[in-house]
């Protein structure tokens, strides 16, 4: 519980209200306390520091996401967490007074963890020799009720794996010891070399007759963590069991294999599994445009999470600050002329429908998004923006950077929109994606760590005016 101040509640210029909230507990309602003039925004600068301002001194994304965290900590597709947080999600659109909010149905999958796993090196006289931390890898399948016992092999890459063929890796279990760049200044291209094993190796081992396989975790970090993640699931897709060790215990394994003049067995045992596929939904909320109601922009991040953790920063952040983004337009009395929307979509971890059947839908009612920016990489400081869109666009958005270097934004050259507003790139929709500092991302990306307690406020909140700041431009000039 947060515990207000005189002077902080002198700051918010909407009063938190306390109510009985529908999943039973607290939740916060932001309501307008009375008649707002209109913003005139004549003078952008002067716009950008209300903006700023008002993002700065508000608490509201951050008391959304401790709600979400707490109230919906595991929320993977298809799970009843996941219900629980589309339920909270919306009621925060509706405290916000958004002018029209709804939840649009997605066939999601469902995949479930299991309880405990366990992962463990096996001694000369067949009993545990050394406890490792491992997590299964999202779309896994289990190892049955007694698990699974088998040799380790160890490669880097995938280059080694083929050179060592079935002869050498059938009916063993495939270590990927494939390590993360520090070189690459870009954490996020650095993730995108290591990812390729999470996502290919277990199909990869398979096909030389490997029974098993354990990646090494997508983070530069050396810890306790298992840093889960989903992996290949299509029809030629893994069916072995599948685990991401810890960074720790991934250069313990290596060690030992290096020292040990015999083979080294390991012991697997996990129970995940699938189940039919479950009706789910993305919460959708607006503010209606005055002059042109029917172009939209719109903004959001993904509202489902692995389950090791709470999902606060991916994407608990994105979808908290993207609702904000809105709130501070009602806030202010800014009057878009266009539609700003906010999309908290579902599944983006391990199936990406949540996008694929929003852009389906704007594609069947006609709708013209004149924009998308999406919210996932942290509730880190925000850096700039990334930009996926004509060449034309480009250079307009980049010269509006002179706005935002005063609140330390300006980098407008690297990354691009984002997975769940992806699809709409097909109906010619210019891409947005916030781009916070990655450098301590990727220390809690798919961990039991990845907790509300890990999220600073100041820095969530001057993601979520960015984000406000940029719709505002688009809104104003158009791309």
């Not at 530069?220 to 685990?243: E, K, L, M, Q």
């Not at 100041?458 to 993601?463: D, I, P, S, W, Y």
Request: net charge neutral; charged share 25%; proline share 3%.
């Amino acid at each position: 519980m947060i515990i207000f101040t005189k002077t902080i509640y002198m700051k918010i210029l909407f009063p938190i209200i306390f109510t009985s909230a529908i999943l039973g507990s607290i939740c916060f309602s932001f309501k307008l306390a009375g008649e707002k003039k209109v913003l005139s925004t004549d003078n952008d600068s002067i716009v950008f520091s209300k903006i700023y301002s008002e993002g700065y001194n508000s608490w509201a994304a951050y008391i959304a996401l401790e709600g979400l965290c707490k109230k919906a900590p595991k929320r993977l597709a298809g799970s009843a967490g996941a219900q629980v947080a589309v339920e909270y999600m919306e009621q925060v659109m509706r405290d916000c007074q958004f002018d029209k909010v709804w939840l649009q149905p997605v066939m999601v999958p469902h995949w479930e963890r299991g309880p405990h796993e366990i992962g463990y090196v096996i001694d000369i006289n067949g009993g545990k020799k050394h406890e490792v931390n491992v997590a299964a890898l999202g779309g896994s399948i289990g190892t049955g009720e007694n698990g699974l016992t088998a040799e380790v092999i160890e490669v880097t890459n995938f280059d080694e794996l083929e050179k060592l063929g079935k002869k050498s890796i059938e009916g063993k279990i495939v270590f990927f010891n494939h390590r993360w760049d520090d070189k690459k200044i870009a954490t996020f291209s650095a993730y995108g070399e290591t990812v390729a094993y999470r996502w290919q190796g277990p199909t990869s081992a398979k096909k030389y007759g490997a029974v098993g396989c354990i990646i090494r975790s997508c983070t530069s970090s050396i810890d306790t963590f298992p840093h889960t993640g989903v992996t290949r699931t299509d029809s030629i897709g893994a069916t072995i069991p599948s685990v991401a060790i810890a960074t720790k215990d991934a250069d313990f394994l290596s060690q030992l294999l290096k020292k040990s003049e015999k083979s080294v067995t390991f012991y697997l045992n996990m129970k995940c599994k699938w189940f039919a596929d479950v009706k789910s939904y993305n919460v959708i909320g607006e503010i209606r445009g005055s002059e042109h109601p029917n172009e939209i922009i719109v903004v959001g991040g993904h509202l489902d999470a692995w389950e090791l953790g709470e999902g606060a920063h991916d994407d608990g952040t994105g979808v908290t600050g993207s609702v904000e983004a809105i709130r501070i337009f009602k806030a202010l009395g800014i009057r878009p002329k266009h539609t700003i929307r906010c999309v908290c979509f579902m599944n983006e971890e391990n199936g990406g429908r949540g996008g694929k059947t929003y852009a389906d839908s704007a594609s069947l009612k006609k709708e013209k998004h004149i924009a998308a920016i999406e919210s996932d990489a942290g509730g880190f400081t925000p850096r700039g923006f990334g930009l996926d869109m004509k060449p034309d666009q480009k250079i307009k958005v980049q010269s509006w950077e002179k706005l935002f270097l005063p609140y330390g934004v300006h980098d407008f050259t690297h990354g691009g929109g984002g997975a769940d507003i992806g699809p709409l790139k097909a109906f010619g929709t210019p891409l947005l994606g916030l781009e916070p500092d990655g450098s301590r991302y990727f220390d809690y990306h798919h961990t039991e760590d990845d907790v509300f307690k890990n999220v600073n406020r100041r820095e969530l909140q001057a993601g979520a005016a960015s984000m406000a700041a940029m719709i505002y431009l688009i809104d104003k000039y158009g791309l």
